[in-house]
């Protein structure tokens, strides 16, 4: 009962205090009652805080209303420590006994947290000097924190929360109130590497101004400027960045209590406070004006801010549906970017399809045309054994006549030498099938490549055919070479056999000593043959060898044009590089020459615009002068007229002064036609005016006195007309006069009749 009556006094007084304020100019209470009136309403506010510290749990549970009100009043600066731990059951957490074990661990993010420790309130005495105690404590503080939770890890913004945190509290207790603040509070969520909720916050924030702001959200649109270009450090921070210190710091106390709500209404509290403002400013002024004129409208206080905060219209229920079409725009947004990336990536293997069968198709034409030429030799290989066989023919035939004689005479050897022959025949075939496998090894080997150039188009293969080729010629050399040499021992064969042939005839008429000899003829005839056995092995053996030195020199060609086309890569790559530096050079030395161009044009313009200026002074200047002197010439001339004296001499005189004037107007109008061309410096202007006894003088020449002008005098004004060409007598200017009313150059002078300056017009 006690707690509720001193709830319900406190909020009272409050709110009288408030009402005083408010009605200050008629109020009659003297200074010294208002300052007793407030140390008794701090000493009851420290009376009450101190009963709602020892009796927390009922208050949250039975007066959750009213302190809410304490709380938006503000929390003694005493009690902030353990009431910001109440608020957020941050007493007794586990976590607090493992903090010393992880300021004994390493961090990956110690790098970063200790080159942002010296931003983090760099004015601030506690913070302000390096090593200092502040800056250990918050090093501390925010290692631990990363440890703990190794997905967020650290954030820069945190560490100004975890810094108002120490200002209140040891570094132990420090860390249990960010845990909890970032578990309970969506502050985990704001500072994830993906910032989600930020987002989220965002997109909530630029509701409300739409909402409630229309014109400023127009604005905010036609210039570009964002939500997150201002309100993003709001959210982060909890305006510890943006405000000074002790309005963040009531700001930070209403956080604890209502959590993020407080940010939304104070952001949007701001922005109708400045509305006026903004709406006049562009992006630049804009940014400008949230950086510097915004936090010194705060210096007086936060009561102003606060207020206008709680009259800003806050709805839970529409928050919460913001939060599910922001969810499911984000779901769609990640749908189309996984649609995009597939279809990126099966854009890509397409085009590597189109290049590669681009490419297939330029070497497939080449691959064609060299097949072509190797089936030609293949053709002609293939006639060539065809030769062979019906050589081969031809010698089984000269075998088989052979054998006929030798049935008819000598019945007796007719069996050994027909063995003898199936010998030879046996090695015929043999050659035979050796060259018929030849010929189909070149057969596999050409389908082999067909296959091969069908299915794995490269570049290198028409090379490869070409050095195949060459080793299908030197194989074809070597195969008739050892044909002629085969022919020629068959040859000998046959001469030999005939010979034999010839001695063995009558054999059994002659003695043991000539069948002895016989015998050795035949054995001699068996060596023979081993030899030319022994020689085919021979030529075999050669012939391997022969395609053994071809490959290695094909591989030796293959690696030497290798080397070729690396060397021209690489020389294309260097004189690229050249070609690029020489074009930079250029490009640099164009724009340097435009530049000079463009200050030469600009200082020429103003240089003809300058004497343009000149000249016009000039003209009118001459143009003066010339109205001067013909009004010179005509009072000259009506001092004449009175006087009949000195008069066509006067008029001569002014003539010329006049046509001077004129030529010097023509030069300075040719001048203006050619502005690369010296102008004047200027022509001394001659003034003419009436003395006071009724003379005119000139500063060009002496004076020219004239008798009295009693008439003149006496007329209101005398209006004369000149003509163009002045005659030397009076009747010859009466003559013209009816001329010259027609000629658009006469000039008309007004003398007035006083001695003052004269009006001409010309």
């Avoid at 854009?347 to 399809?353: D, I, S, V, Y």
């Amino acid at each position: 009962m006690n707690l509720s009556w001193l709830l319900e006094t406190d909020s009272k007084s409050l709110r009288s205090m408030n009402g005083s304020r408010r009605n200050s100019g008629s109020s009659l209470v003297s200074s010294s009652s208002a300052s007793s009136n407030l140390s008794h309403l701090e000493e009851d506010s420290w009376i009450l805080w101190g009963r709602i510290v020892n009796e927390w749990e009922e208050v949250r549970k039975k007066k959750e209303k009213q302190l809410k009100d304490l709380v938006r009043r503000g929390i003694p600066h005493h009690f902030r420590a353990i009431v910001w731990q109440l608020l957020c059951n941050a007493q007794n957490m586990p976590i607090k006994d493992q903090y010393s074990e992880l300021l004994k661990m390493t961090s990956p993010c110690e790098k970063l947290i200790r080159r942002d420790i010296a931003r983090t309130y760099p004015e601030h005495e506690f913070f302000k000097e390096k090593d200092s105690l502040g800056q250990e404590v918050l090093f501390n503080v925010m290692k631990a924190y990363s440890l703990v939770d190794r997905e967020v890890g650290y954030c820069q913004g945190s560490a100004f929360i975890v810094g108002l945190l120490l200002m209140q509290m040891p570094e132990e207790e420090a860390f249990c109130v960010f845990v909890k603040l970032m578990q309970d509070y969506r502050l985990r969520e704001l500072f994830k590497p993906s910032m989600a909720e930020l987002g989220l916050c965002m997109y909530q924030f630029e509701y409300m101004i739409q909402e409630q702001l229309p014109d400023l959200h127009i604005h905010f649109q036609a210039q570009s400027f964002h939500t997150s270009m201002y309100a993003s450090s709001w959210f982060l921070t909890i305006f510890l960045t943006s405000f000074p210190l002790p309005v963040a710091t009531r700001i930070f106390d209403i956080f604890m209590c209502e959590g993020l709500e407080i940010v939304f209404r104070v952001g949007l509290a701001i922005l109708q406070m400045n509305q006026t403002e903004l709406i006049q400013l562009d992006m630049e002024g804009m940014l400008q004006h949230f950086q510097r004129v915004i936090p010194h409208q705060l210096d007086s206080g936060p009561d102003k801010v606060i207020q206008a905060a709680y009259q800003v219209k806050y709805n839970g229920k529409k928050m919460k549906k913001l939060e599910k079409e922001y969810t499911t725009i984000k779901t769609k947004e990640m749908e189309e970017q996984v649609e995009i990336k597939r279809l990126r990536t099966e854009n890509r293997l397409l085009k590597q399809r189109i290049d590669t069968l681009e490419k297939g198709q330029v070497t497939r034409a080449q691959e064609a045309e060299e097949l072509y030429l190797v089936k030609r030799e293949l053709a002609t290989l293939k006639q060539q054994s065809e030769e062979a066989g019906a050589q081969l023919e031809q010698a089984k035939a000269t075998t088989r006549q052979l054998h006929q004689p030798q049935a008819k005479g000598a019945p007796r050897y007719s069996e050994e030498s027909v063995l003898q022959l199936e010998r030879e025949l046996v090695q015929a075939r043999l050659k035979e099938a050796e060259s018929q496998c030849a010929l189909k090894e070149m057969q596999d080997k050409i389908l082999d490549i067909e296959k091969r150039n069908t299915s794995l188009p490269d570049d290198t293969n028409v090379a490869r055919l070409q050095d195949e080729l060459i080793c299908v010629k030197l194989r074809e050399v070597e195969a008739l070479t050892g044909l002629k040499e085969l022919r020629q021992q068959v040859r000998d064969l046959e001469d030999h056999w005939q010979r034999h042939m010839a001695r063995t005839a009558g054999r059994w008429k002659d003695g043991p000593k000539k069948n002895t000899l016989c015998e050795l003829q035949d054995e001699l005839m068996s060596v023979r043959l081993r030899e030319a056995e022994a020689q085919a092995e021979l030529r075999e053996t050669r012939q391997r060898m022969l395609e053994q030195e071809t490959q290695n020199q094909i591989h030796s060609n293959q690696l030497r044009r290798a080397e070729q086309e690396s060397r021209c890569l690489q020389e294309c790559v260097q004189t690229l590089t050249l070609q690029n530096k020489d074009l930079h050079g250029q490009l640099q030395e164009i724009k340097r020459r435009q530049a000079e161009l463009e200050c030469k044009s600009k200082e020429e313009v103003m240089a003809v615009r300058l004497r343009e200026a000149d000249n016009i002074a000039a003209m009118a200047e001459l143009q003066q002068q010339i109205s001067e002197l013909e009004i010179q010439k005509e009072e000259g001339k009506v001092q004449g007229q009175l006087n009949h004296t000195d008069s066509s001499q006067y008029i001569h005189d002014l003539k010329d002064q006049i046509a001077e004037l004129k030529d010097e107007i023509r030069c300075l109008k040719g001048q203006r036609g050619r502005p690369g061309q010296p102008t004047f410096d200027g022509i001394h202007i001659v003034n003419h005016y009436v003395g006071d006894h009724g003379t005119y003088q000139s500063s060009d020449e002496d004076a020219v006195k004239g008798p009295s002008l009693q008439e003149t005098q006496q007329r209101s004004r005398v209006r004369i007309r000149l003509p163009a060409n002045l005659g030397d007598t009076d009747s010859e200017e009466e003559e013209e006069e009816d001329d010259d009313e027609e000629d658009e150059e006469s000039l008309r002078l007004t003398v007035p009749p006083s001695g003052s300056h004269k009006s001409t017009t010309v």
